[in-house]
């Protein structure tokens, strides 16, 4: 059975009809309501996935070391209900918590999930999930150990129909031909730009009251509080993220490398040119000189090459999407729509039917994304955004900063995870961790 392009367009978003041949579950989920969830980080995003969570499970606890922030995310999910801590580790010594949703800022992210896992939690994390390579490896293995519980990424453009899944789908039946080269844009960081004079910069100011820095700066290096460093802009800043690569190429990198299959372990990208790249402060052997602003690209164009020999570019300086270019024709797709000829003259109607949306999904039902998590945890099964395909952009992504860190072309080998002629390179494979807070 095919589907309409009308119908296809009718599953745009979550709430949506789905075709009659497709179980549904989207929404609330009333077979899930005794499962508990416990929310981890509830600033922008987290407040917005706890919203969710609470849609599928009750949300009993919620942790953020900002109590204004666990504050405001209760009142407005839960009227209050649910117990308020600082301390993440109480809400895993909860023996009646099923799941926990992080969406702290990044560089929290492998500690938590290690440490949920290790306490028997289902786990959905926000993307990116790692700061480092050895953290994918770690994380990868505490996974793999844990079968019975199921983890799911906040890449949630994974079950976006019918636009990403969509354009994978085209890619995957071959309806554009062998792809020639794609361009992934991320779109210019909003935080970062180059730095101003040096009285303009980022200032140190007290700590709010209601604010535990100390803990906030984890695993990275102690500094002193500027504003700038935590909620929300964090991400223009090595210590704590990875900048806009992987802030957006965790979602587009993603759709870009599961089209391309090369989202499998061993596959992904083997080289790296970063040459066409612009830093905010001057850089020295991959580390910034100056504290007092941000230190990601601001601007950036670096070439690549995947295993399997397909050119990939991935940018700041064109439209925020994905540009798949085959032999037979090109398509472009961001979350606001999915454009080209083939697309217009509809080449893929043949090929979008039950059993490739049933193969994206997985064999399960075409649902939302926090539906797919929590259909995985009821009825077993893989979610659609796994752990392990994540791993693998996570893994090209660190690549691309620590080449533009170090500014020079490297080769990478995915089967061993190495850079095999880039001694200094294989020494950000890794990063110092702050003593009390080591990850791994
Ligand atoms: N999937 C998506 O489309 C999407 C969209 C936005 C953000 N995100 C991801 O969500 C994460 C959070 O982003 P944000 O914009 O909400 O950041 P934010 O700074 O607004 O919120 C992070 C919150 O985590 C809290 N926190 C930090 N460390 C903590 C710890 N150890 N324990 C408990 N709380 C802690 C902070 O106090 C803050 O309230 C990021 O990793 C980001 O990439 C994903």
Request: hydrophobic letters at 40%; one cysteine or more; proline letters at 6%.
């Amino acid at each position: 059975m095919t589907i309409s392009r009308r119908n296809l367009l009718k599953l745009t978003a979550a709430a949506v009809s789905v075709p009659a041949f497709l179980p549904v579950a989207f929404g609330q989920d009333a077979p899930n309501s005794r499962l508990r969830v416990g929310a981890i980080g509830v600033g922008g995003r987290g407040t917005y996935d706890a919203g969710l969570h609470a849609q599928h499970a009750e949300l009993v606890a919620i942790a953020d070391l900002d109590k204004t922030h666990a504050a405001a995310a209760n009142q407005q999910i839960c009227a209050g209900k649910a117990e308020e801590l600082t301390d993440y580790r109480r809400i895993l010594d909860r023996s009646d918590v099923d799941v926990v949703c992080i969406a702290t800022p990044d560089h929290w992210h492998t500690k938590i999930c290690l440490d949920a896992l290790a306490a028997g939690k289902h786990v959905f994390c926000e993307k990116p999930l790692t700061l480092t390579i050895r953290e994918n490896q770690v994380l990868r293995e505490a996974v793999k150990a844990r079968p019975k519980q199921v983890m799911a990424v906040g890449t949630q453009r994974r079950c976006e129909i019918p636009r990403f899944t969509r354009a994978v789908n085209m890619v995957h039946q071959g309806i554009l031909g062998k792809i020639q080269r794609v361009v992934v844009s991320l779109g210019k960081p909003p935080y970062v730009t180059v730095a101003p004079p040096k009285d303009q910069r980022f200032k140190v100011v007290p700590v709010p009251p209601e604010f535990d820095w100390n803990t906030w700066q984890g695993q990275a290096p102690e500094f002193p509080y500027m504003k700038e460093r935590a909620h929300s802009t964090f991400r223009g800043w090595f210590e704590y993220a990875g900048g806009k690569v992987t802030d957006w190429g965790a979602h587009f990198l993603d759709t870009a490398l599961w089209a391309l299959g090369e989202d499998r372990p061993g596959r992904g990208i083997v080289w790296v040119d970063p040459s066409d790249c612009n830093f905010p402060l001057p850089m020295k052997d991959g580390f910034p000189t100056e504290f007092d602003y941000c230190n990601v690209p601001y601007d950036f164009y670096v070439k690549m090459k995947t295993l399997g020999g397909i050119p990939v570019d991935i940018e700041t300086r064109l439209d925020n999407g994905i540009l798949f270019e085959g032999e037979r024709g090109r398509i472009f797709v961001n979350c606001g729509k999915i454009t080209g000829k083939p697309i217009e003259e509809e080449w893929d109607k043949e090929y979008y039917g039950e059993s490739e949306l049933r193969r994206i999904f997985k064999g399960k039902p075409v649902t939302d994304h926090m539906t797919n998590f929590y259909s995985c945890i009821r009825d077993g099964g893989e979610p659609v955004s796994d752990v392990f395909s994540h791993i693998q952009t996570m893994t090209a992504l660190h690549v691309i900063n620590i080449a533009m860190r170090l500014g020079r072309t490297m080769t990478w080998d995915p089967q061993v995870e190495r850079f095999p002629e880039d001694a200094q390179a294989n020494t950000f494979l890794t990063r110092e961790q702050r003593k009390g807070f080591e990850v791994c």
